[in-house]
């Protein structure tokens, strides 16, 4: 088994003073890993992950997860690269196909955003470019359908799976035997990682609005997405994850980053 890492999402910057400033706190609370929504409100996640890297010490930024068809691979290539040297191996670039309303987006960039059929082919292409130098950063896929699957386990150092909200254990179960199969002789090659929406019971309206259903619902419906305040109980959630499905990997999004670091560091203390 893989020992466990830690990271936070971020999504929201209002100014590099601000950004900056979370960046220390993220690495400060214990954190393995600062991530980067593309885009970051409506900001680049390359700059501002450029200024983490530089406020912190062994902090690890990455994307989480990049549009492919905002950039050509010739441009990404250039970004990753750039990252990757300047921060000597702290950088790891997540792909992915671009999040609900990419499409808009990639027309104010002058970008075609690419039909479904034609996603996952241009993605692979872009990883092609991308895996032509050996000393680059570490690639992480998201990826819940069978094609995105397929590219993870074939290409992907990292893959994080994603998991609708309401997503139980027995519907993860069937994933992550899917994704075993498809990585076949790779598999202990690749760190596995799983996304979470929540921690603990209360409310949020804004995880309601974007998951349909609010963190209580998510609770009573055993979802995977959300786990309990209390961290030694979470702890052993994790660790019974780890052992039934090798998830090692954890993020979640920046608003829970204070609880989910006591539970961080309970789960390690546990045996992470």
């Given at each position: 088994m893989k020992p466990f890492r830690f990271g936070v999402v971020a999504g929201y910057s209002p100014g590099l003073t601000s950004w900056t400033a979370q960046a220390e706190r993220v690495e400060k609370l214990g954190f393995d890993t600062l991530l980067a929504t593309d885009p970051v409100g409506t900001a680049d996640p390359f700059v501002l992950l450029g200024a983490a890297a530089a406020v912190t010490i062994d902090l690890t930024v990455g994307t989480f997860v990049l549009a492919d068809p905002f950039r050509t691979p010739e441009a990404l290539d250039w970004q990753a690269q750039t990252l990757h040297r300047q921060t000597r191996g702290r950088f790891e670039l997540g792909l992915g196909v671009g999040r609900?309303?990419?499409d808009e987006h990639a027309k104010s960039l002058g970008r075609e955003f690419p039909s479904p059929g034609e996603r996952i082919t241009?993605?692979?292409?872009?990883?092609a470019h991308l895996k032509r130098t050996a000393d680059r950063p570490r690639l992480m896929l998201a990826g819940g359908g069978p094609k995105m699957l397929a590219l993870a386990a074939q290409e992907a150092d990292t893959v994080?799976?994603?998991?609708?909200?309401?997503t139980t254990e027995t519907e993860a179960q069937s994933i992550v035997d899917r994704f075993r199969e498809l990585a076949g002789a790779r598999l202990p090659d690749i760190e596995l990682g799983l996304n979470l929406m929540a921690v603990g019971t209360e409310p949020s309206p804004s995880i309601a609005r974007w998951a349909g259903a609010d963190v209580p619902e998510l609770v009573a419906g055993g979802a995977v997405t959300v786990l309990p305040a209390d961290p030694a109980a979470a702890a052993e959630t994790l660790l019974r994850w780890r052992e039934r499905w090798g998830i090692s990997y954890v993020t979640i999004n920046s608003g829970y980053a204070e609880p989910?670091?006591?539970?961080?560091?309970?789960?390690?203390?546990?045996?992470?």
């Open positions: 609900p309303g990419a241009r993605m692979a292409a872009t990883i994080t799976f994603s998991w609708a909200p309401k989910f670091a006591a539970i961080a560091d309970e789960t390690r203390k546990a045996g992470g």
